[in-house]
């Protein structure tokens, strides 16, 4: 018996030798080759921290890393980086190599000029990493992900679908906060706002990118099965949705009801302008049951879309006073009259310089073997095998393209004069919030109008329209003593904010925005 298993024993350690040495060869030849084609672009004299040929750039990474705190977003550290190594007479960009973390070598923009060029002049592509991250998190094909005239129509659709009743989802929103300031609790601002309905961070925290640092989470044998089981579920809880909303559609067809509910969700809408299309493309009939393509696609889109300065506010104030009066409240007036809206400019400045300092996102595109970035130099920058990332927490507040880059200064976006120091006009391509170019967002009409509405309705008031209605106070101080052994120690701040912005999914403010709210009264 003993014979018998040293028998069995000594194949299987031969076996177990053999793909571990194969494996050990494989990770250094391609180490070697990732390192030894940087090495080309170190050559070439272009912009980039100094450079490690065992470790690539991993050492200055977490050098920057250490002047962070530890939940904040990737692209912080870039533009330390980007700041210290860019070319002083060049267009603020440089090359990273983080293999193993990184497949690709990594171009980091924070040039409006070159983000111009690589998003909207070249219109290159998003990189396969996103492809992956993004069909696993939707389910299947996706507005992020798809190409061609099937995008096209897909986006003209959805587009033509995101006129919402944001009157509706505003004075929800006011009801949420005036709980919360009846409790006199502290709460997440966050949270309320971004996850009230559901536990969406629950579901992303098992996708990730190929930049994700942590080994533990990159690797996790696990993701594969937790991710077919939430495709799953999303698909069923979608699915039915669907189903429910088709049926209520066609007996508001019959009972000619449509419209008199005075609330939708974008299900109704992008279901609704999908039928309508459909009929005037095609004279059938109406189906008994929702076509499966369109039930597939809507599935992946839906899951998408799922996923203090008292001068400032004292204008925006008197702004909405102007407009709006004292008599009458804002929700009412905005549903008779919706142009309202567009008259509030210093509204629109307040929202676009907020989205300056603290935008949403940033943009990755896929470089090609053809296409150069050009600075005003005429220096040339290859993008072949690179992903770009074109940081808009970097570009929107870099010195080089923004006066008084740091400040909260809504008044810049009023200002029409060429010559004026805070004249936006020059910076080119410099506020991309939701991008520039074919690919850009195809909800930001929808999202300014959202944000508007939400000011006017929470600020002006509603049941209260002669004075503000809610006055909303930063907590992090108290949230900071509650939590005072878990974070000491820790660094809190990232350019001088508490309120740093961190990855989780999307961007979002650090610890979710601790706060307390209390309703004013004259």
Not at 325 to 345: C, D, W
Not at 434 to 446: K, N
Not at 452 to 474: A, C, H, M, W
């Amino acid at each position: 018996m003993g014979d018998t298993a040293a028998i069995i024993r000594g194949p299987a350690i031969l076996t177990w030798l053999v793909v571990s040495l194969t494996g050990l060869a494989y990770i250094f030849l391609k180490g070697y080759q990732r390192r030894a084609s940087f090495n080309r672009l170190r050559r070439q004299g272009l912009p980039m921290p100094p450079w490690n040929p065992f470790l690539g750039h991993l050492l200055a990474l977490s050098s920057a890393l250490a002047k962070l705190p530890s939940d904040t977003q990737q692209p912080d550290a870039f533009e330390i980086l980007c700041k210290i190594h860019e070319k002083e007479d060049g267009e603020s960009l440089i090359y990273l190599d983080l293999w193993p973390f990184a497949a690709d070598q990594l171009l980091v923009i924070c040039s409006p000029t070159l983000a111009v060029q690589a998003c909207q002049d070249h219109d290159l592509a998003r990189p396969e990493i996103l492809h992956k991250f993004f069909d696993s998190l939707a389910g299947g094909d996706n507005l992020f992900t798809m190409k061609g005239a099937e995008w096209k129509r897909l986006q003209l659709e959805l587009y033509l679908a995101t006129n919402g009743h944001v009157v509706d989802e505003a004075e929800v929103y006011a009801s949420k906060l005036r709980e919360h300031a009846r409790q006199g609790d502290l709460f997440s601002l966050d949270k309320m706002t971004c996850w009230d309905t559901m536990d969406i961070i629950g579901a992303i925290r098992w996708h990730v990118l190929d930049n994700e640092f942590n080994l533990f989470v990159r690797w996790n044998p696990a993701r594969p099965l937790v991710q077919a089981y939430n495709n799953w579920q999303m698909n069923r809880y979608i699915s039915r949705e669907l189903d429910k909303r088709y049926a209520e559609w066609i007996d508001e067809q019959d009972t000619n009801t449509v419209g008199i509910s005075s609330s939708r969700s974008i299900i109704d809408i992008v279901l609704a302008e999908h039928m309508a299309q459909q009929q005037q493309s095609t004279k059938t009939t109406r189906p008994k049951e929702l076509d499966a393509a369109f039930k597939k696609r809507a599935m992946a889109q839906i899951r998408v879309f799922i996923f203090s300065h008292p001068e400032a506010l004292a204008k925006l104030l008197q702004e909405h006073d102007n407009i709006f009066g004292k008599t009458f409240p804002a929700s009412e007036q905005l549903k008779q009259n919706s142009a309202l809206i567009n008259q509030l400019p210093y509204t629109t400045a307040v929202i676009k310089e907020t989205l300056r300092l603290f935008p949403p996102g940033s943009a990755f595109r896929r470089g090609q073997k053809d296409v150069y970035l050009t600075d005003l130099n005429g220096t040339k920058y290859p993008t072949e095998g690179t992903n770009m990332w074109i940081l808009h927490s970097a570009l929107q507040k870099h010195e080089k393209y923004w006066p008084h880059a740091l400040e909260f200064t809504p008044e810049r976006w009023l200002i029409t004069d060429p010559e004026g120091p805070l004249y936006t006009g020059r910076v080119k391509g410099g506020w991309r919030p939701f991008e520039h170019g074919p690919r850009d967002c195809i909800g930001q009409t929808l999202a300014m109008l959202d944000l508007k509405v939400t000011l006017v309705i929470t600020y002006t008031g509603n049941s209260l329209p002669t004075v503000r209605e809610f006055d909303v106070q930063s907590a992090y101080d108290e949230w900071d003593l509650l939590h005072d052994k878990k974070i000491r120690g820790e660094i809190k701040h990232a350019n001088g904010e508490r309120a740093y912005q961190i990855q989780s999914g999307g961007v979002h403010p650090a610890d979710g925005f601790p706060c307390r709210v209390r309703v004013r009264t004259e």
